[in-house]
Structure formats: structure tokens, C-alpha cells
Nanobody, 119 residues
Framework: VQLQASGGGLVQAGGSLRLSCAAS????????MGWYRQAPGKQRELVAT???????NYLDSVKGRFTISRDNGKNTVYLQMNSLKPEDTAVYYC??????????????WGQGTQVTVSS
């Protein structure tokens, strides 16, 4: 199983970016999908999650600005980031809590994608 993230980059404050993360391989089903981020010198923090049954959870500081969504047919999770702030600068990691075709449950991580917001 692999998670491939894309969509990071450099943007000015107030701008927008959309991250994507596609899971591939021997997947039976995917439970939670989501995004974490880690800024230099800081711990990794949960940004947003979306369970397979719907509903979403967000870090307080991104509520109203970020929107997480998923396409179950494509095993892909998205993070639409609007009104970006310099403090959103970090490496963003996607994750997926899934069952593989051997019905083994594990959490997988993407490779990380850099988001840099300039002031």
C-alpha cells in the first residue's frame, strides 16, 4: 500500500492551495483519512480527518478556512486550504487507516508535501 501526496507549493498570505493524496495497492477498505502537518521545530499536529462514514474534524486554527473531502471510488483525500496564513507553513502529511486485502489493519502515511505561505 502506498499514499502519494501532491499539491503543495509556495503561496502568498490569503491565497489558496489544494492538496491531494491517493492510496493505492492491496486495499480492502479505508476507514479514516486525513492530514497532519509539522512545522520546523514543532510537533506534528492533526489538521483534519474524515471517516469513511462522513463527518469531519478540524484543528481549531483552520476551521472555516480548510475543507477536507474524500472520493472513496478513487481512494483519495483532499484538503482545500483557503485564506492561508504564514503560520500554516509546514510539511503536510496524509494518512489512511485501512484494511489491506489480507484484512490487516494499519495506518499508512504519505511522503509529505511542503506548503509555504509568505507574508
Amino acid at each position: 500500500v502506498q499514499l502519494q501526496a501532491s499539491g503543495g507549493g509556495l503561496v502568498q498570505a490569503g491565497g489558496s492551495l489544494r492538496l491531494s493524496c491517493a492510496a493505492s495497492g492491496s486495499i480492502f477498505s479505508i476507514n479514516d483519512m486525513g492530514w497532519y502537518r509539522q512545522a520546523p521545530g514543532k510537533q506534528r499536529e492533526l489538521v483534519a480527518t474524515i471517516p469513511s462514514g462522513g463527518g469531519t474534524n478540524y484543528l481549531d486554527s483552520v476551521k472555516g478556512r480548510f475543507t477536507i473531502s474524500r472520493d472513496n471510488g478513487k481512494n483519495t483525500v483532499y484538503l482545500q486550504m483557503n485564506s492561508l496564513k504564514p503560520e500554516d507553513t509546514a510539511v503536510y502529511y496524509c494518512h489512511a487507516d485501512l484494511l489491506d486485502t489480507g484484512l490487516v489493519r494499519n495506518v499508512y502515511w504519505g511522503q509529505g508535501t511542503q506548503v509555504t505561505v509568505s507574508s
